[in-house]
């Protein structure tokens, strides 16, 4: 946390799946896999968006630079995440570190079970 809050790094909520799945796609590179489930989790992301189910999160530098997004799908009380990227900035600023407490901040008045890889990345 300390690492995020000396880079002055910001919360981003509500990105569009485009942006999610471009991010993913930068961060992972382009190989054949990787542009078929580029495509793939945009249709899901929009699915879920459509059905309420959930949301993209990211964080960014104060000139709007993404770090680190993560989409989450919200069920049975369970926050899944579905598709999570950090940038090699991102990881040297520790984004995915506010970005887990953010969420989990957003989330502190419900009752909710974590998939185990929602902390531990």
């Known amino acids: 946390m300390a690492r995020s809050e000396a880079a002055d790094l910001l919360p981003a909520s ?28 945009q249709r899901i992301m929009y699915q879920i968006i ?16 993404l770090l680190a997004v993560s989409f989450n ?11 999570r990227a950090e940038s090699a900035a991102g990881a040297a600023a520790g984004a995915m570190t506010l970005l887990t407490d953010t969420i989990l901040r957003s989330h502190a008045e419900r009752n909710l079970k974590l998939d185990r890889r929602f902390v531990v990345g």
């Open 50 to 65: 459509h059905r309420s189910w959930g949301s993209a999160q990211g964080v960014q530098t104060r000139d709007g630079e």
């Open 14 to 41: 509500n990105l569009k799946p485009e942006a999610v799945a471009d991010f993913w796609l930068r961060v992972n590179g382009r190989t054949a896999d990787n542009e078929w489930t580029y495509h793939a989790m």
């Open 73 to 83: 799908a919200y069920s049975h009380n369970r926050i899944f995440p579905l598709f």
